[in-house]
Structures are given as C-alpha cells and as structure tokens.
C-alpha cells in the first residue's frame, strides 16, 4: 500500500522501505534474511513507541490532518447501523461539507451530525476541505431540532479548519448561522455528545460542538484559531506555525487539563488511519457508555448542567 | 512630464496608510477622507459633519449617549483575566494585558451595569475596543453571561453594544467557549420572553459576531459599521479577488436580511426607547 508519510514519519518510511526490499528480493527467505526483518521489525516498532508518544503540538495537528485520518462517513458506515442521510437546509442548498442523518447504535435510535473533508483531491473540492458555508450550519440546526422533536440524542463529528471565509458565506450569515446554533444546541433538551475525530477550528467547529460531553481522539486538536494564522497575526510569519500550536495548547490533553473536554478517546499506535476497526470501536463504545449515563438524567437538569459546563470554561479573577 | 511620474514602483502609498493620521486638531475622516476639524467631530457625537460618518467612540461617552443621566450603575469593574495558557507572543499576554488596562483606565474589553433609557430600566453593556480591540476572553464572556443573568434576575431588557476583532487568541480554546457561553446566556434569556436588543457598532466581527451579537431579538447597526464573520483581507486572500464596494457594511448586512435596522448615533437613544416602550417591562424586580 502506498501510504502517506509525514515529514516526522520519514525514518519510518524508509524503514518500511528496506523491509519491502527484503520481502521481495528474496522470496526464499533464508535465516539471514529473517533475522534482517526481525530487526527491522524491532526498530520500527521502537521508533513508533518514541515518536508517537511525545508528539509535539505541531506534529499532532499535523496528525489530526492526516490525508487519511478517517472521517465521520466512515466511522458511520463502521458502526451506526440503518443509517439514512439527509440532505439541505430547506432555504438555500446542501452543503457537502456538513454532513448528517439518522441511523442507530446498537438498540438506540440517534441523530448523526458534522463536518465532512474529503477523501480524495476531487471529493476534497467537492466538500470544500470541510469548511461549511452558513447553509451547512442551517442544515446541522435543522438536524438539531429534528432530533428534539423526536426526542433523539444527537451525536456530532468536529473535523474542520473552519467555517469557510467566502463572499458568499458572508452575504447569507455566516455569524449569525454559526451563533442559531450555539444558543439552540445550549438548550436542546435531548442528549448531545460531540467527539472531535480531527481538526477542531474555531466557530465552524463549535457550531456544532455544544454537548453535555465532549470528547476527543487523541490525536485530534481543537483551536481558536488555526496555528497558521495565529503565527501570521502575532509574529507576522506563517512558518512559525509550529510555535503558535505550542503556545495555543490546542492537543487534547492541554484540552483536558483546560476542561474543554471531558475524555480522550485512545488511538491506534500512528494515529486512527492505521486501525480505523479498532478505532470505530473505540469510538463506538464511548459514545454508549456516555449516552447511557446522560439518559439518566432528567431533561431539565441535563440543559441545566450543560449551562454549568460552559460557564465554568474561563480563568478570571474578581 | 516624466518628472512627475514615481520612478520607482516601489513608491506607492497604501490608503489605508494615508488615511492614518495622528490624531491631533485635524483628522482625516475615514469615509469622506476629508480632513475635519477634530473639535467639530467631537462636538457632533463624533460623528463627520461632512458624510455622516460614525467615529468610533468611548465606553464613556456611548453610555452618556445612550443612557439617563446619572441612571448608569457599573457591576463587576474589578474582573480580571487571568492566563490560562501561560500566552507568550512578542510580550507576555499579562504584561499586554496590563499595558491596555493602563491604557484605558479599565479591566477588561467590557462594561456592565443597570440603567435607564428615556425612563424605561435595562441591563447594558458596551464593549471597549480600545482594549485589545474588543476581543472577547473570560471576562467579556463571563461579563455577559452576568448581564443576561441579571436582567432575567430583574426581568428588564438587555442591550449590548459590540465593538470587537472577535475571540481573545492570548487565551486560547477557552476564548472560544465564550461564544458557546454567551450564547447559552442570551438563549436563557429567550425561554424567559425577555428581550435582548444587540447594537452593532465598527467594528463587530470574528467569534463576537458569530455569537451573542447576532442574536438579537432585534439587531441593530449604527450605519457604515463594519460587521462580518471573516475580516475582509481573509476573504481576499481566501477568494483571490476584490471584495465588492460596501461588502460587510450595515448597510450590506441589511440589505442581506442580517439586520433589522441601522440607527444614526443621533437617534439611538430615542430608538431604543421606542423599543422598550414596545416591550413595556416598566420596572425592574427587586433583587432578591
């Protein structure tokens, strides 16, 4: 398989290159030979552990947009069962890059809802990178109140750069339609989970990312705004991005340490595009275990502590 | 007469640099890009006496204009930012911090008290861009979700003035849950058949715009603010071409179902007072 490397991943890929020499040139494969992949084996498997557990910032956010991090389709197609999409915002058109439906996990019936990148260049194009327009964020809020109306928890993927910065987006509200979303999700009364799978940018992530639980994969971020332009305003240098991830502590465990969000979901040695079965289930199992807990709850008190939770983000001194 | 041509390229002025002038007796108006008479602006409510345009003014001096006299009572002045994230850029975030609060005489991007307008009792707040242009981190949410509490508390109206670049990037992720925050607060209100009247001012953009200030029961603009989601070089840079003449200017943003109205400065008060004649919430409850 021809996968892709990042710059950091570049020993491993001229490692899984020797290996691939090995195997191939010698297909009797004598004692030496073995020994040779045994080794290489070893030192793949070591530089894994080295590298993917200190990732620095940059590297994570790097991760976290990976070519071929797996997205919200394909975690849906893994494990949400019966799953029919749903198209439009009813006012203007469908968006590609916000995408949702209705489908069950295991015995329960959910809403499914977020941001969708695309797989290849020409998918890619099609879903704008991701960033919706203001009629994706209306079709999300249709969505949204669909669920409350059959009392159906909602389950939303965060994976975006951010809501897209166009001419058009402008003309039809992207402010306003990102701004519907945050006071209507504050108050659906119907549990709401939201997992970041990847990049969490900004107000187009947050459109959709007002839940009773937010958790994360490991490798995923979730910034005020991306470490490009950050580097760009306050240094006057996009190259510095990799110091603006630093200081804008944007991995999920700065995320946690914040209390931003309230669990990290593990991902496979690599990151979640080397094991999407074992991640799907990772995810999966999360998502039960917390929609359990939350229908506990009376609907009332759930709006009521989802308020509580969002006051609480904030340091300040009186 | 090639003596009077620029020899070098290079040589270009940018209008945004020409319109840049210390501000000392005269100024150069940034709509008409006449040069006025400073003393005149300022006697007319800061606003051109040529072209009608809004110059930004103080916290002070848009609650003069707004409220009744001597009815405005600050709470909460003493909220500081702390430093989550331990920010460092050029300077330390809390040394920036520091320097606009020396600046500006004030805390923080936001002001929140009661008052009355031509009579009729209201939560305000007025959003300082001075202070770190606006930008919104704890203490301006934090501060607005107090404001939309109270006023549920005392079952008046809230208005806020915006005036804001948009999230605090110094304070990181947490800047950004401000907006989910807020929003929460103002939907609070709306449950409780409170109105919640925003008022748009140059200029209201970013993580401001895309939440409480767009979420007005009714939205109100002063005319030719600048108000948006994205800021326009972003756009440019984004689109890779020129962004239309009046593009993100309230009269865009009506024209585009955003708003429901633009009000002269000159006319504010009178305007909200209507409003809250509408409304007819006559007199606070007291606290409890």
Redesign the interface.
């Known amino acids: 398989m021809n996968r892709h490397y990042l710059d950091f991943e570049k020993p491993l890929a001229e490692l899984h290159e020797q290996i691939e020499k090995l195997r191939s040139g010698s297909e009797e494969g004598g004692p030496g030979n073995q020994k040779e992949l045994d080794r290489l084996a070893h030192k793949v498997r070591a530089f894994e552990e080295e590298v993917y557990d200190k990732l620095t910032p940059w590297q994570q956010t790097q991760l976290a947009r990976h070519p071929e991090r797996p997205s919200m389709l394909e975690y849906v197609e893994q494990f949400v069962e019966d799953f029919v999409q749903l198209h439009g915002d009813r006012a203007f058109r469908d968006d590609p890059a916000m995408v949702g439906g209705l489908g069950r996990i295991g015995n329960r019936e959910v809403v499914l809802l977020g941001h969708q990148k695309g797989r290849n260049l020409k998918t890619r194009v099609i879903r704008n990178f991701g960033m919706a327009h203001p009629e994706g964020y209306r079709k999300a809020l249709r969505l949204m109140q669909f669920a409350e109306r059959f009392g159906k928890p909602l389950v939303c993927f965060i994976d975006t750069p951010g ?5 058009g ?8 339609a ?3 979303n ?6 659906l009364k119907v549990p709401v989970v939201v997992v970041v799978i990847g990049e969490g940018g ?2 187009g992530a ?2 959709v ?2 839940g009773d639980r937010i958790l994360i994969l490991e490798h995923s971020i ?4 991306s470490p490009e332009g ?1 580097a760009a ?3 006057k240098d996009g190259s510095k991005a990799p110091m603006a991830a630093e ?4 991995t999920a465990r700065d ?1 946690l340490e ?1 209390g ?1 969000v309230d669990e990290i979901l593990p991902e496979p040695l690599g990151g979640s595009h080397r094991d999407m079965t074992r991640m799907s289930r990772t995810i999966r199992d999360a998502l039960v275990r917390h929609l359990t807990e939350l229908e506990k709850l009376d609907p009332l008190e759930r709006v009521e502590l ?2 509580k939770k ?2 609480k ?6 | 007469m090639s003596w009077f041509r620029r020899k070098l390229r290079k040589l270009t002025t940018t209008g945004t640099e020409r319109t840049q002038i210390p501000e000392g007796f005269w100024i150069k108006c940034a709509g008409c890009k006449e040069i006025i008479y400073r003393k005149e602006v300022d006697s007319n409510d800061r606003i051109c006496p040529k072209c009608e345009y809004h110059f930004s003014i103080s916290v002070d001096e848009r609650i003069s204009l707004t409220c009744d006299v001597g009815s405005f009572v600050e709470w ?1 002045a ?8 331990v ?4 300077i330390r975030y809390r040394e920036r911090v520091k320097r606009a609060q020396k600046k500006t005489g004030r805390n923080d991007a936001m002001v929140i008290g009661e008052a009355r307008i031509l009579g009729w009792p209201a939560v305000v707040g007025v959003m300082d861009f001075t202070f770190l242009g606006g930008s919104m ?3 301006v ?2 501060k607005i ?1 107090r404001a939309a509490e109270r006023a549920i508390e005392r079952r008046v109206p809230l208005i806020l003035f915006s005036a804001s670049g948009g ?1 605090r ?1 110094q ?11 807020t ?6 209100m ?2 409780r058949n409170l109105p919640y009247i925003s008022v748009m001012t140059d200029p209201t953009f ?2 401001v ?7 007005g029961d009714i939205n109100i603009a002063e005319p030719g603010a600048l ?4 800021g326009p070089r ?2 440019e840079q ?2 890779k071409q020129k ?2 003449e009046g ?2 200017h309230s009269e ?1 943003l009506l024209e ?3 708003l429901d109205l633009i009000v002269h400065r000159k006319q504010m008060r009178e305007t909200l007072g209507r409003l809250l004649t509408f409304f007819g919430f006559k007199e606070a409850q007291p606290v409890a």
């Open positions: 809501a897209y910065p166009g001419l987006a402008e003309e039809r509200g992207q402010s306003e990102i701004a519907r945050l006071l209507v999700m504050s108050r900004s107000g947050l459109a990312g007002v979730y910034s005020v705004i950050c305003i306050l240094w200081a804008l502590k944007i995320l914040l931003v989802r308020y969002f006051c983000m904030g340091i300040f001194e009186e | 909460s003493n909220l500081t930012s702390g430093d989550p994230l920010f460092k850029d050029t981190g704890s203490v949410g934090e979700t999230a990037m304070e990181g992720i947490l800047s950004l849950m401000q907006m989910a925050k929003s929460a607060a103002i939907a609070r709306g449950e970013g993580g715009a895309a939440s409480y200030s767009m979420l108000i948006g989601f994205a972003v756009i984004t689109i962004l239309p593009f993100q865009f585009h179902g955003m």
